[in-house]
């Protein structure tokens, strides 16, 4: 094996600034949103120190990782993610309810959340099945295989009461798209939760009604096509079961939170102070920067408290309000670059294991970015994620590095691995 | 080829670009309502309160101003105090009764003030001012509350409190909000429009630490506050606090006015009550106990308390007979004691005569020969027609009637009609034999002091009034709104009665109201109670030629007129006149108060 001088600066400078810089902003907006609690920058009750600290952590982290050797990152791969398993188990005994979810370990005053380590972990255990079996995701077999991987966190979070961060494990199945699931699952998928989005808003007769018609004209269509009438009376069956199953899956599963905060997407206005009072309060901050912004530390949206959880889930209302409509745009493109530099270095991977990462990579921080930006613009319902480095949190921060300063790790070895 | 699905993320990302940048587009750049959201939130509306309008007497006494009571507000995020028992003891308040404020507060919300402690007096808040800065997250407003440096007066001023909600609902102008005072009775309320000002708006913006940074876009939308106006009244304090002294522990009310122009210089109601009792953070507790008191302290006497006139109405008796013609100057007539009960002795009588004896069954005959003038030849149609002139006439001397009088909240007193009769005994069914009481001011009769005491300026005018009145000037601007009322009665006839009732104080039943200088005319009333002792009632007016002050008292059993009412009356007549009394054994006679024992 060749040596290479894996220099931290010689990797990938795009991805490094960028990072570094996302941390940056992230930092400065926490900073701001704090300002005017009047409480010293040098305690700990305040999240811009606590912030400050975990990214001191994180460079630590940043240069462990360069030393360690990279069979190591690949044998961990298996015992993190039982590990981690494990803790999502553990957490639902022994966490802490915070907001009604049981998602956080409390160790000495230190809060931790597994279940943002487990995006880390089942990203590099997936990448290490994909690598070492012959894994194809069309096969119906072996996708139920990965699919297993990506469910069980995804249970477990469910059950601890996040289904936010539940949601975010639907994110891997764009690593399956890339590695090579059809299209039509995600088309069949994607239509599903519209027929469900369909059925808050419409009554339910109508929806009745509209399918069978549209079922019908399908089977006038491809009359003489037999396995076209099967496929689509089986997916005939299955829009009149997510319809019915509608209203279950709103009362039972789907805490009243949630409910509310769907309905309001659709009506914010029905309750703006109530559930759509934390999106009408972004709104309002974002919309009130304007062009140019109200200017930092001067966001009276920011500072006044309006916005709730401004600090984590809510950060970019901040860098609306005082950045403006050029800052927020200038925030939007280098977060759009840095995913693009992301998606490209993971490309360029000629390993399985390190593309089927970095994909893992790509794929849960987008989730999270369009998801968390569509939430502040009132764009999604509210589901409570973190903008990946930029919100307030030191579990999601040192896990999203994590998913960085591996990918960096990985891609330092591509040399090398060439000349395996 | 997978490789090539890259393409599908990049497409993704630019399309996730597309999105967030048209809508950032929309919210911050195309939509301008956000900007105005924020600025709601940031922007406090702040009321200025204006100052409510001062009320002077005649002398310009001050009669109501407004001195600072303070409210305090809490902000539960911002509250730190580091001695508690030192908070507590400031509002005295208990710890528990503290932390039901908290919580009630915390419940509306954390970033807002709520109201804590309501209308401390400045006195109070003097002492415990230093204390405040220790206090971190209380506030304080100062907020000026109605003083009656006199004590006096209660009735016709009025007082001002909270409005309700149902006064809420009522105003249409959309002018009171919650928590706003607002005039209840009297005065303070028939004015209210002039008093209360104008409430001013300063729309002021707060910089990111939450301190008041300035005013919003230099002030261009804020609205000045207005001042209310200052009112000046005719009431001479001087004599309302002498009134007021000889009423106490009395029943009854007393009306002075300046017969010239109608202005009233005194107004008094017994018993009363301090005004300030009806002012600042005891107003409930206060009002309460007022209202429960049997002897009806907030009852204003003097505007509603209806009697029967009694012996004071033969004056008007008299007058319309001359002026009818029934009787003339000289007529005398022999009057036995045949037809009604009677004090005076029978003989031969003229009218001066009868009014100063208040003869009974001389207006017996009197009345009879005003109401049946024969112009009918059935008796009962002869009656309808004579009550209906008489009772013309009685209306002119403003019975009946609320006299146009400032404070609305006044009651009319009853002449009673021929309909009324017609009611009562069903119609053409009544005749004299029914309604003769009238004729010596008894019966179905109703007045109130306010008429007696225009009664007694009708008197002193020979024969007009202005409507009475106690408002003289808004600001500097005086009321013209005066209607000269002329009686249709010849004034040589009001010459003769007034001679009439110069005799009564000189030589008759008022004679413990003579005094040679104070030249007092007048005429005394014993009526019938059938509840207890008499009332004892007056009026008259002095001096005799160019009168300066008309007068009517009316004592609620308090035996013969010729006692309280007169002793009253003439008091205070020479208190304003002279700006004194000299007679201070009938001072102590009245301030004693034990009319109904003494023999006469």
Redesign the interface.
Known sequence: MRKINNSIFSNDPIIIISYLSLIFIGFISIYSSQ??EGISFFSFENESFKQLMWIFVCVLVFFIIQIIEYRFVFDLALPLYIISILLLIMVLFFGQEVKSSTSWFNLFGLKFQPSEFTKFSTALFLAKVFDSSGIKVNNLKSLAKVSIIIIIPFILILLQGDTGTALVYFSFF?VL????LSLKFFFIGISFVLIFLMGVVFDKMILYIFFTILFLIVLGISIKDFTKIINSSIFFILVLLIINGQDFLMNNVLKPHHKKRIESLINPNADPLGAGWNVTQS?????????LGKGY?????T????VPFQSTDFIFSVI??EF??IG??LF??LY?LF??RV?ILS?NQKDKFARVFGYSV?SII?FH??VN?SMT?G?FPVIGIPLPLVSYGGSSLLSFSLLIFFLLKLNSFKPSLLSR | M??D??I???I??IL??I???S???Y???Y?L???S???K??VHLETIYPSRGIIIDRNDFILVENRPNYDFYIIPRKLSVSDTASLLNAFSITKSEFEELYDNAINYSS?RPSLFYKDMSHIRFAEIQTKLYDFNGIYHISKPTRFYPFSSLSHSLGYVAEINNNEIMIDTSGYYKQRDLVGKSGIEKNFENNLRGSKGVQLKI?D???NESGSFKEGEDDLIVENGDRLKLSIDIKLQKYIEKLLKGKVGSVVAIEPKSGEILAIASSPTFDPNMLSGRDYSKNYRKLQLDTLKPIYNRALMATYPPGSMFKLIQGLIGLQEKIVKKEDKVFIDLSRIGDLAPPGTYDLNKAIVNSSNNYFYWLFRKVINQNRSSNTYTDSRIGLNKWSQYVKMFGLGSNLNFEISNINSGFIPSSNYYDRYYGSDRWKFSNIYSLSIGQGELLVTPIQMANFASILANRGYFYNPSIVTHINESKIENKKKHILKIEKKHFDYVVDAMENVVTSGSGRRGYMKELMLCGKTSTVENPHGYDHSGFIGFAPKNNPKIAIAAYIENAGWGARAAASISSLASEYYIFGETKRAWLEDYVLKGDFIDEED
């Open positions: 300002y005017s764009l798209f890339r590695e090579g709104k309002i901050a974002i919309g009130s920067g304007s062009f530390m001067e966001g009276t949206q500072s006044f408290n309006f609306g309000e403006g409509y927020s745009m939007i493109i759009i995913l693009y998606l490309e790509f987008f970015f369009a930006i613009l764009l | 997978n490789g699905k890259i599908i993320f990049k993704t990302l996730v670009l999105l967030f940048s809508r950032l587009f919210l911050q750049v939509n309502d956000y900007r959201l924020s600025e939130n940031i970033y707060y990111v630490r939450g």
